[in-house]
DNA sequence: CTGAAAGCGCTTACAG
DNA sequence: CTGAAAGCGCTTACAG
């Protein structure tokens, strides 16, 4: 291993203007720097981080840590959402590493490990639920953490889409098109985002003077499957929804799926929305005809997390409510009026 | 954060015992390790292992590095693999961690920033290619690393399933019963275990006095997709095979589909055999009939994987060969011989 | 512009 | 059984 040590010995600079010259500090001469680099370049020198961190109490590594056992759903993504966020977290300049732990009991634990024993700056959280240990475990330790989603209380740094605008979107739609009879396919019970969407459209309701008990909300994965199967069990009612609002496009896929295999033509029998989270693997162009949906890049939000986790390891409070993502509307071709035939609510 | 001075003030005992006695030395009073031990748990300390790192060379954290850009099969199998490798590293008292890097050019160096920057203590190699430059590049700079799989030339601490036996246990069932017309789907073109795989199946062949290249070797991802595809395309021929090697039992689901899309009865009209690699996915007790295969647990070869982790970094050298994994031979019900109609290759 | 010195939290000979 | 001291690789006041 190549140390600081080395590169002074091989040049004869001492060891406090080597690290001066690599760490690009300005009271260094020219002549200097350029004999400091040229050995490092030629010793193969890698500055240390964790020496560095020891010191400085920084290391530039920021993990998220996941339970082993988390649902199907979850895991469908993960792939994609570590890949996301680590290529978010690089371009910062910092590194990104995850960390498995056996069940959600183990996660704050592995924060300490992590922080204080493994040279870790900062977590990432994703997937909060409601109640949720983690943020107020990390808040009453002054370890820095900043959550994909936001925890009721305490304030403290987060991204996230504004999914009461989502649902508000999403229902208005098919509230607007005349539609009464609606299905929400929303995502997990006691995920946060699950019940703002919720809240976002029962209030479209209330604000058109509809009663927003009226509106059918399915809870679970956000897999084609349960999307499928949920669908085909409504459409097959006598009193079937006229409108659906899908969480994602794997959701929406699934509902295609099912009108397909009730015979309902999407709009004339049938309405849909969707939120679009423009992942590469279910794109909303691949649909005919092209839904209505609500749109926000996740690739977006990781980028906007690594940006705030940035600020919070140097040490700067993110200003409240920046995080906050705009959905985009987009509307398309998926609404219509509901059919004639339909009894309305 | 607490350190070894907090609790030397705290107690009056030096800092220096104070290591000794939580470190489990013998040369400390049982009264002094008590009074240390109780100030400890009392303020919460937990050791900084990347400064223990600093001074002993060893944090015990275990690292693996992917690319963003693996292929599908690649993709779903990975979720089960980090977690099970955590897991089997977490019961040796190591930490394990992944990291993912854009591409595999991107791969060795974050060996570097992670050894020699991040305080790790080993790597741990799998889905080993032809050519792979990994394992050479940690060879050429001690760093220590063990592979699930082999790489040819140098001896390198590895565990590996014994995949020659596997191919030759597949093929030889086959061909006992009679069949000659034999489709191979395989795993992925220049992956190792593919080719050692065909190699043990071409001598189960040639050992029989058979012409090893009438065997024919399908390369691709191991998805259930695929293998519905691969087998469809080749059993809808005139000369379709009458006996099939899955290589996983997500390609023999495939194959399953195949054949009942085919009006094919298995083991009537069509032969299989398969690997089992035990996962919970796809059990080979799901199948009817319950198929002839080879089984041998992924998660008993993570568990020898993060084994031979531990002793390597522990500066032990594993002894060659000993990572080698013996198959289960298990026959099921899944082969007869061909149908009676079927020409004979 | 430069370098000797102190110190981040830990462990381990060394000398009692 | 105990503690002062040195040192892992780094950075940063401090004094030239």
Same mark, same amino acid.
Request: hydrophobic share 40%.
């Given at each position: 291993m190549v140390t600081l040590k080395d590169i002074s010995k091989a040049t004869g600079v001492s060891v406090t203007q080597v690290s001066r010259a690599l760490g690009g500090h300005d009271d260094v001469k020219e002549a200097t720097r350029a004999k400091v680099?040229?050995?490092?370049? *030629? +010793?193969g020198y890698r500055t240390n981080a964790i020496a560095k961190g020891l010191k400085t109490g920084q290391t530039g590594f920021v993990a998220m840590v996941i339970p082993s056992d988390i649902d199907a759903s979850g895991r469908e993504i993960m792939f994609d959402m570590v890949v996301g966020i680590s290529q978010a977290i690089s371009r910062h300049g910092l590194k990104f590493l995850l960390h498995v732990v056996d069940s959600d009991a183990q996660v704050t634990g592995a924060f300490d490990l992590l922080f204080h024993g493994g040279g870790i700056d900062g977590f990432i959280l994703t997937e909060l639920q409601e109640p949720d240990p *983690?943020? #107020? =475990? +990390?808040?009453? !330790?002054?370890?820095?953490?900043?959550?994909?989603?936001q925890y009721p209380g305490r304030p403290h740094p987060f991204v996230d889409l504004d999914n009461f605008r989502v649902g508000e979107v999403l229902a208005g739609w098919l509230l607007d098109a005349g539609h009464r009879r609606? +299905?929400? +396919?929303?995502?997990?019970?006691? *995920?946060? =985002?699950?019940?703002?969407?919720? #809240?976002?459209a029962r209030h479209a309701f209330a604000v058109r003077g509809i009663d927003p008990s009226t509106l059918d909300v399915a809870h679970g994965p956000m897999t084609q499957d349960?999307? !499928?199967a949920v669908a085909l069990d409504r459409l097959r009612r006598p009193d079937r929804p006229t409108g659906i609002i899908a969480g994602n496009t794997m959701l929406a896929r699934g509902v295609w799926d099912a009108a397909a295999a009730c015979g309902l033509r999407i709009p004339e029998d049938?309405?849909?929305?969707?939120?679009d989270d423009v992942l590469a693997q279910y794109p909303a162009s691949g649909f005919d005809p092209v839904p209505s949906v609500t749109r926000s890049a996740l690739h977006a939000a990781w980028a906007a997390l690594a940006d705030t986790m940035s600020q919070?390891? #140097?040490?700067?409070?993110p200003e409240p409510d920046s995080g906050l993502l705009a959905p985009e509307a987009v509307p398309g071709l998926s609404v219509a009026p509901p059919p004639a035939g339909s009894s309305r609510g």
């Open positions: 680099r040229e050995a490092a370049a *030629r +010793l *983690r943020v #107020a =475990y +990390l808040q009453d !330790r002054n370890m820095p953490f900043v959550v994909h989603g609606i +299905l929400f +396919l929303n995502g997990q019970d006691h *995920r946060i =985002y699950s019940s703002t969407r919720t #809240a976002g349960r999307g !499928r049938l309405s849909v929305t969707a939120h919070t390891i #140097a040490g700067g409070d």
